[in-house]
């Protein structure tokens, strides 16, 4: 797990802010759910022989003798909510959600045991449409942000029905060369011989390569949503790959799939990565609903920020206020909340814990402002404040406190002018 520090935050919070404005522009709403939900809340959503559920999970039992999990993804539990909260009952929805989860997985770069997703929900919808405007949706989010070293894969994974009789002859395969798996993929043939097909051992890459794609056992329907989708994505231009070996590693996807991956962050490609879960809010007890979604590594996607260069500068003060005498120390935090109140859309910062003349103006120096205000005791016997630009060669001025608010508006016009 890993602190987030004030010098790393800016790219986090234009991230942030940048995917609240898109996802507000296309009709999503926030929601927030628990970070502990019940156990086997998971291990239905999820699924029993998945690696999550199986290796991953942070559980334990509470005092009631209760197992509760950390989330280790945010779909289940926004599907939980929807279905105990009555959102249901025929109706749609766009929803979002942002935060931690959590995953006992072995720490390397861009991977941690807590980490941030942006988990985005379409429940109610059933055709390829919504799966089209959900990856035109984070193309637009990429173009954004500027991010360009990303790619687009999708796939089908059809109906459980399809996806059964496939499984029979994938099981087939496998045992024909059940010598040469890995421990894995052997415990996974038993449970979930799909994963095996998302095995990242090398060892593995010629005999998954050779094994029978999902793709050409599509039922009818599944066929032409899939066919839809694409040939959506090519009228709204959007870029995609076909990727047959796209699984994904939950048990509740059906139909659409898709990942959007990066050839910038080493062996954690993948960035973004989602698709459709219509029978999972019926697994769960609810009515039988469709439903479509993605979720985004916040980390990853700083990172990618980080890399291109688009990280935004921090904000800093507009103002820095200097203090010089008992009367002034005891003056300015008055006078500087009466200027925040005249002036809201101005940064103030009044210079706190002592220090004299010099170093106060060091600090002004660094905190990145345009102005300083010196409150001095003699200033105040005069009924004025000083004001010296920190970023231009340029006197120093007087102006009454009365009329300071403009004054302040006036100098900082000037120097934004100067500066540009």
């Not at 502990?36 to 999820?46: N, P, S, Y």
């Not at 993929?185 to 097909?197: A, D, M, T, V, W």
């Not at 990942?259 to 990565?273: F, I, K, M």
Request: contains cysteine.
């Amino acid at each position: 797990m890993n602190d987030v520090l004030p010098a790393q935050i800016a790219a986090w919070q234009h991230l942030e802010g940048t995917v609240r404005d898109l996802l507000t522009d296309y009709g999503y709403e926030e929601i927030r759910v628990p970070i502990v939900e019940h156990t086997e809340l998971f291990k239905r959503a999820i699924g029993e022989f998945t690696d999550v559920v199986e290796k991953e999970m942070y559980t334990f039992t509470d005092q009631g003798g209760e197992s509760l999990t950390l989330r280790p993804e945010a779909t289940a539990g926004v599907m939980r909510a929807a279905i105990s909260n009555g959102m249901l009952r025929g109706a749609r929805h766009k929803l979002w959600c942002i935060g931690p989860m959590f995953r006992h997985e072995r720490p390397q770069k861009g991977r941690y045991r807590q980490f941030y997703q942006v988990n985005v929900e379409a429940i109610g919808f059933p055709g390829p449409d919504v799966d089209a405007e959900l990856m035109a949706m984070t193309a637009r989010l990429w173009r954004r942000l500027g991010i360009e070293r990303v790619k687009l894969n999708i796939n089908s994974l059809g109906t459980p029905e399809a996806r059964r009789v496939y499984r029979e002859k994938l099981v087939a395969y496998f045992r024909g060369h059940e010598a040469r798996l890995d421990s894995d993929s052997k415990r996974r043939l038993e449970g979930n011989p799909l994963r095996i097909l998302d095995s990242k051992n090398p060892e593995m890459q010629e005999i998954i390569a050779a094994a029978p794609l999902l793709t050409d056992h599509l039922d009818p329907e599944s066929r032409e949503h899939f066919d839809t989708l694409c040939n959506t994505l090519q009228d709204i231009g959007v870029a995609y790959e076909v990727n047959p070996r796209l699984v994904r590693g939950l048990d509740y996807y059906t139909r659409t799939v898709f990942e959007w991956t990066t050839d910038a962050l080493g062996a954690q490609d993948a960035v973004c990565s989602g698709g459709r879960y219509d029978g999972l809010i019926a697994q769960l007890g609810g009515e039988s609903t469709p439903g479509v979604g993605f979720a985004m590594g916040v980390e990853r996607a700083v990172e990618l920020l980080v890399q291109a260069q688009r990280v935004p500068p921090a904000a800093a003060a507009d103002v820095y206020v200097v203090v010089n005498g008992a009367r002034a120390t005891a003056a300015g935090p008055g006078l500087v909340e009466r200027l925040r109140d005249g002036l809201p859309q101005v940064r103030f910062e009044l210079n706190l814990g002592g220090g004299n003349f010099k170093t106060q103006f060091r600090r002004a120096d660094r905190s990145g402002a345009a102005l300083a205000l010196i409150i001095g005791d003699d200033e105040l016997a005069r009924g004025v404040v000083a004001m010296k630009p920190l970023r231009q060669e340029a006197s120093q001025t007087e102006c009454p406190i009365a009329a300071l608010p403009a004054g302040v508006e006036a100098a900082l016009a000037l120097a934004s002018r100067r500066q540009g």
